[in-house]
């Protein structure tokens, strides 16, 4: 017993040296490039003290607001902090991280569709965040709290909650998310606190009426239908500012104090269904009197005085379009102008966020969703859009002068580049900013795309993924289709990779898997997180733009609503056996997502050899790229010979064989045994992880390996 108790002291000794050798231990290499990467994202704020983009030690550090367990990052707690920009793209890699709260910031663009998968706590309330709700949501089986509101969240909110059986408080409230409630809501047993007032919701709210809440929160949307009587137990429930068949009576307005900004207090209910109570006090029999004959007098003359003003609006109504009728002249939309007008007054006025664009809220709130637009009601007299136009565009409207002025006239010397729908020109505007303009000819378009043009652009500018370029804009005046993009400057890598003398040694092998990922990312999100799925039609390396830091951005996504049929646009015999469509195209016409997931091996390809697609100048037997490479794929020493010269022999041998698996996979023949987008975005994210290793050990973010004279090398 002596001799145990003199071990106690060792013991104890070696437990606290194991502590602080756990305690000292490096970060997590996937942690430490997620939250690099959202540094860079919010442009290197000063006031996150010891946060660096360039690797570090978040958690022997004590990065600002990071809190660790062992090596791994399980919280971060940044609110009020005034960051400024985007929530970056690898949130995905924190696999440990419980907790993030980046509320009460000015952070904007979309959320990113893939999120830490292990959290129970997620506040991004009080930014300016567009976008959808990321269908990533509906895999975080742990989340117990979850607040978006405030923000500018549009579009339908999706089937996300099947799998939540945690959840326990939901705030989506101040945004302006449209459709029905979705069925998988229903499943949120455990959901006691659920706030969407303030959007433009509609539909009936009966999957709400089996949940046990103790707080509701529906007010000012457009739900029409009934209330449930289930929905009357609960202690707390506001309803007003919709369209329910049995809504309460609402009390009179001089009695009704005006409502708190939920802004700052996001959590607490405005009040009950019902009107406030208001004590009786005893009136006199004769006061009584006195009283009912002025009311009585008050209410008839105001009837009168109403249906008089009513009786000369409709005759001055029937007057002018009367004499619109008859003049020969152009007629004025004075109607559609009425329409609007009644419209923007019915609307109800939104707290909107104090670190919100008023404008864009403003501007979404009087368009509402509507069916198939008619030419009478998209286009004006003068070919330009109608003010009444239901479609609810987001981007900018620009005139015809003024992208004239930014591009010369359309001059050739601003011409970036060329493709099926028209050119696409640099414009440098008076304030300094320089964007992309693709002036569609409209020779290209079908009467019914012509009509559509505005549903389609809509359908675009929702489009928001860090990989993707975005629509900011267009123009419909006289007559004319323009789209503006924001400007992405270093050219694409079709011309980086086959055209400029010495730029393509720049795109070292890791550099060339990161596009690959980034590229993979912009799919999936258009396949499996836009509703509907959106087909891109046109991937190739020509429509992948890159900034200075080579990172990718996707043009013309969504375009393919607007491109001609694609059995008339080519010979289907030649692009299905060579270039980048896949071989089902040339078969029968079709194209689908898998196609896409064709066209994005083809361009794995270009990367992994710089050669192109198709390239008539080599001997016939490597002028088709896929047909020439695919049966070396699995062997690693003609897989060696294939690779780009241009990258000298600098790259990891067992990273360039994952990399040949993949391209296998995605030009297979038959498109029901190619991937899906997030099972390739996974692939190339476990290759990028087993890089950052690599990277991290070495101390210099830009080191490849040389491939030994043996040809398969120990890198990754």
Known sequence: MAA??????????????????????????????????????????????????????PCGAAWAGVTCSGTAVTSIKLSGMELNGTLGYELSSLQALKTMDLSNNFLHDSIPYQL?????????????????????????????????????????????????????????????????????????????????????????????????????????????????????????????????????????????????????????????????IVPETPIDQDDKKLQTGPLVGIAVGSI?????????????????????????????????????????????????????????????????????????????????????????????????????????SFCQDSLLGEGSLGRVYKADFPNGKVLAVKKIDSASLSLYEEENFLEVISNISRLRHPNIVPLTGYCTEHGQRLLVYEYIGNGTLHDILHFSDGMSRKLTWNTRVRIALGTARALEYLHEVCMPPVVHRSFKSSNILLDEEYSPHLSD?????????????????????????????????????????????????ELLTGRKPLDSSRERSEQSLVRWATPQLHDIDLLAKMVDPAMDGLYPAKSLSRFADI???????????????????????????????????????????????GGTGDAI
């Open 4 to 57: 145990l108790a003199a071990s106690w002291p060792w013991a104890g000794l070696f437990f606290l040296l194991a502590l602080l050798a756990v305690a000292g231990a490096d970060t997590d290499a996937g942690d430490v490039a997620a939250l690099g990467n959202l540094y860079s994202s919010w442009n290197s704020p000063a006031q996150l003290t010891g946060w660096s983009a360039a690797g570090g030690d």
């Open 116 to 276: 830490p998968s292990n959290l129970t706590y997620l506040n991004l309330a009080k930014n300016n965040l567009s976008g959808n709700l990321p269908y990533s949501i509906s895999t975080m089986v742990s989340l117990e709290y979850l607040n978006l509101s405030h923000n500018s969240l549009f579009q339908e909110i999706g089937e996300l909650f099947g799998s939540l059986n945690s959840l326990s408080e939901l705030d989506i409230s101040f945004n302006n998310l449209t459709g029905s409630l979705p069925i998988s809501m229903g499943s949120l047993s455990k959901v006691s606190s659920l706030y969407m007032q303030n959007n433009q919701l509609s539909g009936t709210v009966d999957v709400l009426s089996n949940l046990s809440l103790a707080t509701l929160n529906i007010a000012n949307n457009n739900f029409s239908g009934t209330i449930p009587q289930e929905l009357s137990s609960i202690p707390n429930l506001i309803v007003g500012g919709n369209s329910f068949a049995n809504m309460p009576a609402s009390p009179p307005p001089t009695l009704t104090p005006p409502p708190k900004n939920t802004r700052d207090q996001p959590n607490h209910p405005q009040g009950p269904i019902s009107a406030p």
């Open 304 to 408: 009168a005085v109403g249906s008089c003003v009513l009786f000369a609006l409709v005759f001055c109504l029937h007057k002018t379009r009367k004499r619109n009728d008859d003049a020969s002249s152009e007629p004025k939309d004075i109607v559609g102008s009425l329409a609007v007008n009644i419209e923007r007054a019915s609307n109800r006025e939104t707290p909107i966020p104090n670190n919100s664009h008023e404008n864009a809220v403003v501007a979404t709130s009087d368009l509402q969703p509507s069916g198939k637009m008619t030419p009478e009601r998209v286009y004006g007299t003068n070919g330009s859009t109608a003010k009444n136009a239901k479609v609810p565009v987001t981007a900018t409207s620009y005139t015809v002068a003024a992208l004239q002025v930014a591009t010369n």
């Open 557 to 605: 996504c969504g375009l393919a609503a607007l491109s001609p049929n694609p059995e008339r646009e080519v010979s289907a015999e030649v692009v299905g056996s060579f270039g980048y469509s896949a071989p089902e195209f040339a078969m029968s016409g079709t194209y689908t997502t898998k196609s896409d997931v064709y066209s994005f091996g083809v361009v794995m390809l």
């Open 663 to 709: 391209i296998a996979i995605c030009v297979q023949s038959e498109p029901e045994f190619r991937p899906p987008m997030s099972e390739v975005v996974q692939q190339l994210v476990r290759l990028m992880q087993r890089a950052s290793i690599i990277r991290r050990q070495s101390d210099d973010l830009g080191y490849s390996y040389r491939v030994p004279e």
